[in-house]
């Protein structure tokens, strides 16, 4: 029998951190290697996937401009870290027979595509994984935010993003026993609630152009499938 997705095309945001795993920085291998088995298995059936990787795991331009860094630099130095873990995604995509394309917001030509709409648009009708770096290219932005203009700009049905918790609760479950998660709600009641999905500008975006949201656990192995299958799994943000 042949297993249906309830979505065509998806954007998948996966932040640095979902790459280190419980290392304290960097890639990790193993994980790594999870991740891409994940998207591997959602690739097999047919779903055409669009990344956007953080760069969370190895700099984060907020972090340095604290310290004194002027701001827009160190947030330059984070989307050429996004570019690090786009190339790592990337290779081992390939390793496991799953073809894939960086397309970096920033020009690197000697390491990966420039970001062109069209080039992304016809990789994903034949089947590529294209994996978004770079962020937007501006500073003072984020990779949430990217997550949200590619999704939007390559008509994706969805956007995934990847978490460490299991989808969005009415409370913080680690301060408070009697939260629960949402299996689904919409981008007004998040908003009245004050239920941080993603940052504002990404959030306002996706509402604009009722593009939906869907908050999952990456570190729960088949999560990212059963997402694509239409079982219970995190929680839907809709218009
Ligand atoms: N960044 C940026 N513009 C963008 C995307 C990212 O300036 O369009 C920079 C910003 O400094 C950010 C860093 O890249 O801190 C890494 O991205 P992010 O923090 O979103 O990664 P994640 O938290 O998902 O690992």
Do not use: W
């Amino acid at each position: 029998e042949t297993l249906k997705p309830v979505y065509k095309r998806i954007l998948l945001k996966l932040s640095g951190e979902a790459l280190m795993g419980d290392d304290a920085f960097g890639i990790n291998r193993a994980v790594l290697q999870r991740m891409v088995e994940e998207i591997k298995s959602v690739v097999d059936l047919g779903v055409e996937i669009g990344i956007v990787v953080g760069g969370g795991n190895i700099f984060r331009g907020v972090a340095l401009g604290a310290t004194g860094m002027d701001r827009a630099t160190g947030d330059y130095m984070g989307m050429l870290a996004t570019v690090m873990n786009a190339m790592a995604l990337q290779d081992c995509c390939r390793n496991n027979g799953v073809e894939a394309r960086v397309q970096s917001a920033l020009h690197i030509e000697q390491v990966a595509e420039p970001y062109i709409r069209g080039k992304a648009l016809r990789h994903l009708r034949l089947g590529r994984v294209v994996i978004f770096a770079a962020g937007t290219g501006n500073p003072f932005m984020t990779t949430d935010t990217t997550a949200a203009l590619r999704g939007a700009e390559i008509g994706a049905d969805v956007v995934l993003k990847a978490t460490k918790v299991d989808g969005i609760y009415t409370n913080d479950p680690k301060k408070d026993p009697t939260a629960t998660m949402y299996d689904e709600i919409t981008f007004d009641h998040a908003l009245r609630s004050n239920l941080k999905v993603m940052d504002a500008t990404a959030f306002a975006l996706c509402r604009e152009q009722g593009l939906p949201i869907k908050v999952f656990n990456i570190n729960k192995k088949g999560a990212l499938k059963r997402v694509l299958l239409g079982e219970k799994e995190g929680t839907l943000v809709h218009c």
